[in-house]
């Protein structure tokens, strides 16, 4: 059984910092890629931040040089470090783990909220 646990959101002010991380189980975490996307009220799901099975990074314009995305093969877990945070980064974040169309899970989502 496949489990993303998202943990680490919550309410933050405007220039703050969160770091989410998400657990896998229950699958060859280090062979994944791993992806951050968040979900906005109103709007469509976009991606945030990617990291291959090698480490190599993407990131959505919007949080280049703000947020930084990294994993632990050892634990299991990516982590999504988010600073300088802006009310437009306020959203539900769902960690992702891709190999192919057929293994591609989702968590639950973490609730972001940035406000003063």
């Known amino acids: 059984q496949v489990q993303l646990v998202e943990s680490g959101g919550g309410l933050v002010q405007p220039g703050g910092s969160l770091r989410l991380s998400c657990a896998a189980s229950?699958?060859?975490?280090?062979?994944?890629?791993m992806g951050w996307y968040r979900q906005a009220p109103g709007k469509q799901r976009e991606l945030v931040a990617t990291?291959?099975?090698?480490?190599?990074?993407n990131y959505v314009d919007s949080v280049k040089g703000r947020f930084a995305v990294s994993r632990d093969n050892a634990k299991n877990t990516v982590y999504l470090q988010m600073n300088s945070l802006k009310p437009e980064d306020t959203a539900v974040y769902y960690c992702?783990?891709?190999?192919?169309?057929?293994?591609?899970?989702w968590g639950q989502g973490t609730q972001v909220t940035v406000s003063s």
């Open positions: 992702n783990a891709y190999a192919s169309r057929t293994y591609n899970y």
């Open positions: 990291i291959t099975s090698s480490g190599s990074t």
């Open positions: 229950g699958i060859t975490f280090s062979i994944y890629a």
